[in-house]
């Protein structure tokens, strides 16, 4: 029985030391990391050892440009804090001395002279009978009761209608002020785009159907994946089934301007997205104009990064906040609206990627169509540019009621700008050439239109002290 015991005793103290040894082992390997293998015993005599890892590799530094980190979230977080609390002191003796200047009748008053009168909102609601009339000249032309040579002269007129008569309208009425008419013609100019690449898809899906093709992939315009406007299903809709009133107020209340039979869909829409979009959308500042003369060659300095922040923060209500707001309520699956442009290192590089919905229809329906037609890549570049500064002009001089073409030369003179940054800036140094057009560049066409402004509608006023 003694040895039994004594076997069974020294048996327990070798489990006991083994248990022992493999804790410590496992907790000194979890606490220490070292670039060497070290050995030592502990009270028993028993040799453990302890491999680590390297603490140390080749490596930059996070705000290195080798590093390739990008996660600047933070960063931004601290400028927009810095920001506020620099503008804090401002802001106060602003209020302290001034008041509050936000006029909510002055507000109205800048989109409406009579409270009676609303000439904006009657011309956007006339825009229906162009849009009626584009969806039943499709109906005709997919049952073949009107030819495509008859179709295209309708479509000329419609499409031209829908530039003329808003402009002529803005010109002509004395009650519409400079905002309605800048909104106006924006919402009759999208609605152009709008019909444009609708009269182009349907004609494309046309040929489609005489060629006797049934399926057609998503990049030639035809898709066949999702399902049509109105419904979150997987099924899709054929031509001429799109040609529906819902399919057509769908598109036009959409935030593209590229039609598509079966547009992409979110599965939901997303309450607390919908109420962020909706809270930035309505943190937009008002600013107060005073119409008073001014020496362009003092001010141009002083008012070109105000004019810039405000810019920006266009930039972020509109192509982020708003448009973002309207996809979520209407489940629109693209939300590409922009890239990033804020790198830009060359000119052309900024147009393609500051609005990206313009910028695809502009591809889509202009570009690549003019080099289907045998036209060189550097002419349908300049035609492109040409079209966008008309319709920079357009939506100014109509509500302005004056033409400096300001706006036109403006874009033009991105041309030789581009040509420029192309072939002596690279890298940061063609990033801050583009930098530097967006703060100057504009600021000199605006200034130019509030002093032609000034000139023409309110030195008289002026003159006379009721101003």
């Known amino acids: 029985m003694t040895l039994l015991f004594q076997i069974h005793f020294f048996r327990n103290s070798w489990l006991a030391r083994e248990r022992k040894r493999t804790l410590i082992s496992e907790t000194l390997l979890s606490f220490y990391q070292f670039p060497f293998t070290h050995s ?95 969806l039943y000249m499709e109906r005709r032309l997919a049952v073949g009761t009107i030819s495509e040579n008859v179709g295209t002269f309708l479509y000329c007129v419609n499409l031209a209608t829908v530039l003329c008569f808003p402009s002529s309208a803005v010109l002509m009425m004395t009650s519409i002020t400079p905002v309605g008419g800048v909104f106006t013609l924006a919402v009759y100019t999208v609605l152009f785009l709008k019909l444009y690449s609708y009269k182009d898809v349907n004609k494309w899906c046309r040929e489609i159907r005489q060629a006797k093709a049934r399926m057609l992939s998503r990049s030639n315009s035809c898709p066949s994946v999702h399902k049509a406007n109105g419904s979150a299903a997987h099924s899709h809709v054929t031509y001429p089934g799109n040609l529906t ?11 593209t301007l590229c039609y598509e039979l079966n547009f992409p869909r979110s599965p939901r829409i997303r309450k607390r997205f919908l109420l962020r979009r909706l809270f930035e959308m309505w943190m937009v500042p ?48 693209d939300r590409e609206f922009y890239r990033d442009w804020w790198n830009s290192e060359t000119v052309p590089y900024f147009w393609a990627n500051w609005n990206i919905p313009v910028h695809k229809w502009c591809l889509r329906h202009f570009y690549k169509p003019m080099l289907r037609r045998g036209v060189n890549k550097l002419a349908a570049q300049l035609a492109v540019f040409l079209v966008s500064a008309f319709f920079h002009e357009y939506l100014v001089s109509f509500p302005l009621k004056m033409f ?7 874009m033009m003179v991105q041309i030789p700008l581009a040509m420029f940054v192309g072939r002596f800036l690279k890298g940061n140094y063609g ?4 930098w530097i057009s967006l703060i100057i560049g504009q600021p000199i066409a605006v200034l130019m239109y509030v002093h032609d402004y000034y000139v023409l509608h309110c030195r008289g006023m002026s003159d006379d002290g009721k101003l």
């Open 40 to 134: 030592f015993n502990d009270t028993h005599g028993i040799q453990f050892k302890i491999v680590g890892d390297l603490c140390h590799r080749l490596q930059e530094s996070l705000l290195s440009s080798e590093s390739g980190y990008s996660n600047y979230r933070g960063i931004l977080n601290w400028c927009v804090v810095m920001l506020v609390l620099s503008n804090a002191r401002l802001f106060l003796e602003n209020l302290i001395k001034y008041g509050i200047l936000v006029d909510p009748i002055q507000v109205v008053s800048l989109f409406l002279k009579d409270p009676y009168s609303w000439p904006a909102a009657c011309l956007i609601i006339v825009s229906n009978v162009f849009i009626m009339a584009a």
């Open 245 to 255: 009133h819902r399919d057509m107020y769908y598109f036009v209340f959409a935030p």
């Open 286 to 333: 008002t600013i107060q104009n005073s119409m008073k003369p001014f020496q362009v060659k003092s001010f141009f300095i002083l008012l070109s990064v105000p004019n810039h922040f405000i810019w920006l923060i266009f930039f972020y209500w509109f192509f982020h906040s708003s448009m973002n707001f309207v996809a979520e309520l209407m489940q629109f699956g």
């Open 404 to 410: 400096r073409l300001w706006a036109f030369m403006g």
């Open 431 to 434: 990033n801050a050439a583009v």
